[in-house]
């Protein structure tokens, strides 16, 4: 089977420190990098995500002043800041396909981006004739979350690996993986 690695948003503004920190967020970033040195090889395409905001407008609604944390949040990832940078604990060297999305827009799934040459997601998975996505990365609850459904809606075999992936919330998070896990991801 043709497998992909989808690393979802480990970035500076999600990992302690941030503006908008998810809590592990450092712990998984090394952990990633762990499984990485063991396990990049048996990946036929490794696919990191990045929240990518604009700097001069709300991106649709997706910043506010006063967040719920649900639906809106404090600025974070600005296109070309330090906090959009992966996260320094993330070795990107085995990287094969670098993906960017919310730039004006709240996009939640990696799914919504494109890569360096302009191609979205799904067709790049497509070219490659990838089947199987393992999804690992940060926030659980949010897009981690919306690129699994997306990966399963495109009718891919999808597994979250439950130890390299943080949540904004412990009880959102249990049940994004019980959604993801009903929708049909093998949660391991
Ligand atoms: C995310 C909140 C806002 C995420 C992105 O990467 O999960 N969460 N923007
Ligand atoms: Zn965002």
């Known amino acids: 089977m043709v497998k992909a690695l989808l690393i979802v948003d480990v970035q500076n503004d999600f990992t302690e420190g941030g503006a908008l920190a998810v809590s592990g967020g450092d712990d998984v970033a090394a952990e990633i990098t762990r499984f990485l040195a063991g396990a990049a090889e048996s990946y036929d395409a490794v696919i990191a995500s990045r929240d990518w905001h604009d700097a001069d407008n709300d991106n ?21 800041t330090a906090g959009a940078e992966y996260d320094p604990l993330l070795d990107t060297a085995a990287v094969t396909h670098h993906v960017r999305k919310g730039q004006g827009v709240p996009a939640y799934s990696a799914f919504e981006g ?7 997601l799904g067709e790049v998975l497509d070219d490659l ?37 943080a949540g904004v919330g412990v009880e959102s998070s249990e049940r994004a993986l019980t959604q993801m896990k009903v929708s049909g991801a093998t949660i391991v």
């Open 60 to 80: 649709g609604g997706h910043f506010s002043d006063a967040p719920d944390f649900i639906d809106t949040w404090p600025p974070h990832c600005v296109a070309g």
């Open 114 to 120: 494109m890569t360096d040459t302009g191609q979205r």
């Open 129 to 165: 004739g990838i089947a199987e996505v393992d999804v690992v990365g940060i926030a659980t609850d949010h897009c981690v979350r919306a690129s699994v459904l997306d990966a399963l809606a495109t009718g891919r075999a999808v597994r979250v690996l439950r130890e390299l992936v």
